[in-house]
């Protein structure tokens, strides 16, 4: 793995590759990949090679060097940054300019990360396929005819493709996982309250988590170590004393003994034939290494979507209540009235998806539906929860399908917004118990598409998750399958 | 037939508390700056903030629920209140739906004729405040946002007060508190205060009683506007009543504003809207939980509450009413007496020099009376000192003073500007005895009891104090002049 977060950053700090030349390498990649992709809104050559020179500089001069140092990274178009603007692939956003970066954006910098761009999303981060992006197409990499998977297709398609070592994504109901898996690559939600949100523009504020993107699970480790830790301007961001940061590289090599995988035999069914081979096949795989299956039951499973789709848009309804034209952002030349600024500039500027949110959670918060919805939604997520605890009780970690096919074609699921919702079904409940989980390689179709294994561990528990999921890729060489575009 | 009313009004306030920082940021406060200089990203809600509670303004509301005798919630959290305005950035106001700071509490008010009466609070809770629109643009309306996310106290009562009277005597009360405890600055210029009363009357015809419709009068920030605007509404409803026979029925509830220069209240919503806030708990911010020790930490910081002090400094320092209002209107003032008489002095002289020189020396350099360079020791001694006739009353004044605003002992003091009095009877008995040679008149006057006995002693007084200069000690000329008379009475 020549370009991987780990060992860019090697060969910088050891002086055997100057970070301007990885940028520009990385931006050479971008200028003949990208017209096919489309990964990313805004591209940030000038900051980033900005960015390299004060790398190179610090290395000429000894001074010690960040854990990503001179390392080409991407982040999603919904992270404040001041430098480029900050769209959530909204028209609503278009030419907004954060005043302040994102939490994990100064991570970044401080650990000498270079940025290279901001990638593409669902408008908001409502989606599952990137496909309501207001302001762009992305492309899968393995299938340019097919989404990326989403709200992260761009971070998600950036990393398959090899425009960018390593990006950063948001997770609310799969948003990370859900495109890693269909682009082939590492994508990790850690546990809700591990990584400051502050930055990250809202979506569902208590399902919300910043996460990585990467080519393998060493470099998630190591991106975790980076974006980790407490921030007093995030109150639900732990503090270290609640639950300290560790060394997510340390111990990643040593394989977990007796390790006991819990598994749920109705997850396996029906669901896309090869999806399935190819998790028993994981499966089969953990218990040669040595690992145990519990066959469990995840009783309240199968609400998981209705109530994520009450607590999210509920959620989405108040904190988009804020785009309104009057501060920031688009307003409406044909607004009249006060009134009409609101309407028109969100009627003009916000997207079919985003406004079917907006309604629906509205309506979840109205008085007189409020108990039957929002309050039933949070009974639920309660019940959940105690599905992971009871199942962490009894074993290590949960495993899974990511999601129940392979990357689909463009339009195939616009005309049925519920038919996309139901696709989430895997990953949305590991948002509403908060716990942390990562999607791997695992496999690829008929067609050539990458199929994607889920882990899921216990809150805080990222260090046993990462090991796990490397127990796997040591095995394996799927990790380094790489789609034809990106050769 | 015999009518009469009865006015019942609940009030909800709004209190600014002088924390340092706003509610969710940390912005400094604001008053008077020019607009939008006191803002930040989270409190203009910038896309991906996120509040960060101001602890100092929790424990302020919870000190305050405690003085308003309420139930304190050990759990607390936050809650999103939905609705479209300009003034409010987010769209949403961080506030407090069904778990306030406080709840089912009183506040103790001063009565007329001495008594006080209990007014039920039904809840405080803690908000952050909205902005302001500046219309008077032409054509354009502005947005300022210092005050967005300010820290505000919403206390709302039951409907206990029954004339407009009793809601100031309440309002003022609790601005007392607020004050006492520190957690408010209570300027009611500076718009710390803003009242929204909801007035209605009871009215008994026959043997039935008709309630009108309520109204209530929006955001008035002074006592005076308070009172009136009740006063006004009481009539008008009762003429209204009058008229139309209307009674109070679900929804016909009436939003009024107050014309301060016609001393009117006019009509701005017909009807109650509809008003859907969509509250749901905010989930950017965590529960807030009080333990036991905590709670009784901060009841210790509590201390005794102004009508408390007012009460006790009238029956155990025998002062009056009034007296002992003026020095419990700030707690620095309140204690500073309290300290000052526990030295030994005597109450109303110590009030007298706190109130006539201390007030107005504290008033005019802007400060408390505490940060005057007078301590409550030396003012015990100053206190003494005149008690024991060693100086004037006028002297004391002039002493308490030049200590004020230099420090400094008042024996000294008197010593160095010679306002030391004569208590040698010796010397006093001679100026005694020549002014009795002087004045056959007023002597006969005293002697022979006349009409003008009273007034001829106080100038026999005077003549003695006058002949030693103003040296000699009130107390001793009157005793030596006294048993002087008494011996020519009885011979
Ligand atoms: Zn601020």
């Known amino acids: 793995m020549e370009w991987t977060v780990r060992s860019i950053r090697d060969r910088v700090a050891s002086g055997k590759l100057q970070s301007r030349e990885a940028v520009e390498r990385f931006f050479a990649r971008i200028e003949k990949i990208e017209p096919q992709v489309g990964a990313f809104l805004t591209l940030l050559k000038e900051t980033a090679l900005e960015q390299a020179a004060k790398v190179d500089e610090k290395i000429a001069s000894g001074r ?63 989606g599952s396929s990137t496909e309501n992006s207001g302001l762009k197409k992305t492309c899968n990499p393995w299938d340019i005819s097919r989404v990326p998977g989403g709200s992260s297709g761009g971070s998600a398609a950036a990393v398959a493709a090899r425009m960018c070592a390593a990006a950063l994504g948001s997770d609310t109901g799969g948003s990370i996982r859900q495109p890693a898996g269909f682009c082939g690559v590492v994508g990790l939600k850690p546990t809700y309250g591990r990584v400051s949100r502050y930055g990250l523009v809202a979506y569902g504020s208590s399902l919300d988590q910043i996460g990585p993107i990467t080519q393998t699970v060493e470099d998630a480790a190591v991106l975790l170590n980076v974006i980790a830790g407490h921030d007093p301007r995030d109150s639900t961001c732990v503090s270290e004393q609640t639950a300290p940061v560790p060394d997510y590289t340390a111990g990643l090599e040593t394989p977990l003994e007796g390790l006991r995988i819990a598994v749920v035999e109705s997850f396996l069914e029906g669901i896309q034939a090869e999806v399935q081979q190819a998790i028993e096949e994981a ?56 009134i009409e600024v609101y309407s028109k500039s969100r009627d003009e500027a916000l997207g079919a998806e985003v406004k079917r949110r907006i309604m629906l959670g509205t309506f979840a918060l109205s008085s007189g539906y409020y108990d039957a919805y929002y309050l039933k939604a949070l009974k639920v997520r309660n019940l959940i929860r105690n599905d992971f605890t009871r199942a962490f009780e009894q074993a290590d970690c949960l495993m899974m399908p990511v999601s129940p096919t392979t990357a689909f074609r463009f339009g195939e699921k616009t005309a049925d917004p519920l038919q996309m919702y139901l696709a989430d079904i895997y990953t949305i409940a590991v948002n509403l118990a908060g716990v942390p989980a990562v999607s791997i390689p695992c496999g690829l179709d008929r067609q050539n598409l990458p199929i994607g294994l889920q882990i899921v561990t216990a809150p805080f528990t990222e260090s046993m998750l990462l090991r796990i999921a490397r127990m796997f890729e040591k095995s394996t060489q799927w990790h380094s399958c790489m789609p034809d575009i990106a050769k | 037939m015999s009518e009469s009313y009865k006015i019942v009004v609940g009030l909800e306030i709004h209190v600014h508390l002088a924390t340092r920082s706003k509610m969710f940021c940390g912005c400094e406060l604001s008053y008077g700056q020019p ?27 919870v000190l305050t629920a405690m003085a308003l005798h309420c139930q304190i919630a050990s759990f607390t959290k936050w809650d999103r209140k939905s609705y479209y305005y300009p003034d409010l950035p987010k769209n949403y106001q961080i506030s407090q739906y069904d778990l306030p700071i406080g709840r089912d509490g009183y506040i103790e008010i001063p009565e007329e004729g001495g008594g006080t009466k209990k007014i039920r609070i039904r809840r405080v809770h803690l908000e952050e405040d909205a902005g302001k629109n500046i219309h ?120 009024f504003g107050w014309d301060d220069v016609q001393e009117v209240t006019v009509l701005q919503r017909e009807k109650e809207e509809a008003h859907d806030y969509r509250y749901f708990p905010e989930p ?59 030295l030994g002095a005597e109450p109303k002289r110590v009030c007298n020099l706190l109130t006539q020189v201390g007030l107005k020396i504290a008033n005019e350099l802007s400060v ?49 500007r010679n306002l030391i009095q004569s208590s040698d009877s010796g010397q006093i008995e001679a100026l005694v005895d020549a002014v009795i040679a002087e004045q056959p008149q007023a002597v006969q006057d005293v002697v022979q009891e006349s009409k003008k006995a009273k007034k001829a002693l106080g100038f026999l007084m005077g003549q003695v104090i006058q002949k030693s200069g103003g040296q000699a000690n009130p107390k001793i000329v009157s005793q030596i002049l006294q048993a002087k008379l008494d011996a020519l009475k009885n011979p």
């Open chain 1, 283 to 338: 499966l089969r795989l953990y218990q040669k290494l040595g690992a145990r299956l519990v066959p469990i039951q995840m009783p309240h499973f199968e609400y998981a979507v209705s109530a994520y789709y009450v607590i999210a848009t509920a959620e989405a309804s108040s904190n988009l209540a804020r785009y309104d034209g009057v501060h920031y952002g688009y307003r409406s030349p044909r607004a009249g009235s006060y």
């Open chain 1, 64 to 126: 010690p060097l960040g854990p990503l140092a001179g390392v080409p990274v991407a982040v999603k178009d919904n992270l404040c940054t001041t430098f480029g603007p900050t769209t959530c692939a909204s028209r609503m956003l278009e030419n907004f300019i954060s005043p302040y970066n994102a939490h994990v954006i100064e991570k970044l910098l401080a650990a000498d990360a270079v940025i290279v761009g901001k990638t593409n999303m669902d408008e908001f981060a409502m």
């Open chain 2, 284 to 342: 950017d911010l965590v529960p807030v939980r009080l333990t036991a020790e905590q709670i009784k930490e901060l009841e210790s910081r509590l201390g005794e509450l102004p009508l408390q002090m007012q009460k006790r400094f009238e029956t155990q320092y025998g002062l009056i009413a009034y007296d002992a209002g003026v020095l419990t209107a700030e707690r620095a003032t309140a204690e500073f007496f309290d300290r000052t008489v526990r």
């Open chain 2, 35 to 61: 607009p939008n200089t006191r803002v930040c990203p989270v409190c203009i809600g910038m896309p991906g903030v996120l509040p960060v509670m101001n602890r100092t303004a929790f424990e302020y509301a």
């Open chain 2, 136 to 255: 008077d643009l032409g054509g354009y309306t502005a947005v300022d946002l210092n005050r967005a996310g300010a820290p505000l106290l919403e206390i709302v009562t039951e409907p206990d007060m029954n004339s407009p009277a009793e809601v100031r005597a309440m309002a003022e009360e609790l601005r007392r508190i607020v004050r006492f405890l520190g957690v408010s600055e209570g300027d009611m210029q500076k718009g710390h205060m803003r009242f929204e009363p909801n007035v209605n009357l009871h009215i008994r015809r026959g043997g039935q009683v008709f309630k009108t419709p309520i109204t209530e009068v929006k955001n008035l920030n002074s006592f005076r506007a308070l009172e009136k605007s009740i006063a006004y509404e009481a009539h008008r409803q009762y003429e209204e009543f009058l008229e139309t026979g209307q009674t109070l029925q679900m929804g016909n509830k009436k939003t």
């Open chain 2, 368 to 416: 408390r009376v505490d940060q005057l360079r007078m301590t409550p020791e030396s003012l015990a001694k100053l206190a003494k000192m005149t008690e024991e006739g060693l100086v004037s009353a006028t002297s004391a004044n002039q002493i308490f003073e030049q200590i004020a605003r230099e420090g400094g002992d008042p024996e000294a003091i008197a010593k160095e």
